[in-house]
């Protein structure tokens, strides 16, 4: 028997394919992973506009979910888009006793600057999702949200990062791609009070769609296949930077060009 690791995202999905589910889904076949998915939205964006956004009713989520995660051995669950706190509570309920290592990418804002969250939904965030999650991959804005204050600096980084990390009983993934495009890209983790550094050179690209929703599907594909933490953040974003440099590239009438990650990349970790 083919015990192939299996891994959930719950998420939105994205029909330029560029990030949402279907980015999930392209990041965990390449990693050896069977992707699950349960559908939170059904949004009409591309890398350069958020047109639409219609949301599953949290019940039929919720469906989704019970069944796959009684149909399936799960060995790793990501969260994406939740849009509301309705989307939310639906799946916390059926999370607050589980034992499946859980990371959560706090989708608020598209990279295009287009709301993704329901204003309700970030307390229901911080107070029913977080305390579940094994890590959560928030991005400066989405960091400066959580604190309410903003951190915009590479030296403000790993306090922001303790800081969540304490105040969620949760490990924590900072995000740096906000930074100054003339710094590296830094990301700090915090795990078990110990702080992580990643460093990768910035890639002058005007496109980054769907790198948030591809490199927390990465982690968590690879938690699925037995790495530890640390070591999946890593060689997360290892693959994830090579992703971004291999993106693939169409013209674009009126707006210049349109960039996709290339999730299909041939060089393996």
Known sequence: MNMTP?????AGSDCSSGAGIQADLKTFSYLGVHGLTAVTCVVSETPHTVSDIHAVPPAILQDQ?????????????????????????????????STIPLIVDPVMVATSGSSLLKDDAVRAYMERLFPLATLITPNMPEASVLLEREITQSAEMEDAARELAEKF?????LKGGHLPESEDR???????????????????????????CTLSAAIAALIARGSDLPTAVSEAKQW??????????????GQGETLCLNHLRTESL
């Not at 299996?6 to 719950?10: D, E, F, G, P, S």
């Not at 009983?169 to 993934?173: E, G, K, R």
């Not at 830094?186 to 980054?208: A, K, M, N, P, Y």
Request: proline content about 2%; aromatic content about 4%; overall charge neutral.
């Open 6 to 10: 299996v891994a959930l995202t719950i």
């Open 65 to 97: 979910v019970r069944l796959l995660l009684k149909t399936y051995p799960v060995a790793a669950i990501k969260t994406g888009m939740l849009y509301s706190k309705s989307h939310i509570v639906a799946i916390t309920e059926l999370l607050e006793n």
């Open 169 to 173: 009983s949760t490990s924590v993934l």
């Open 186 to 212: 830094l990301d700090i983790l915090c795990h078990e009070g110990q702080i992580h550094r990643f460093t990768s050179s910035t890639v002058d690209l005007h496109s980054t769609h769907g790198t948030g």
């Open 240 to 253: 994830l930077h090579g992703a971004i440099l291999n993106s693939l590239r169409w013209p674009d009438q």
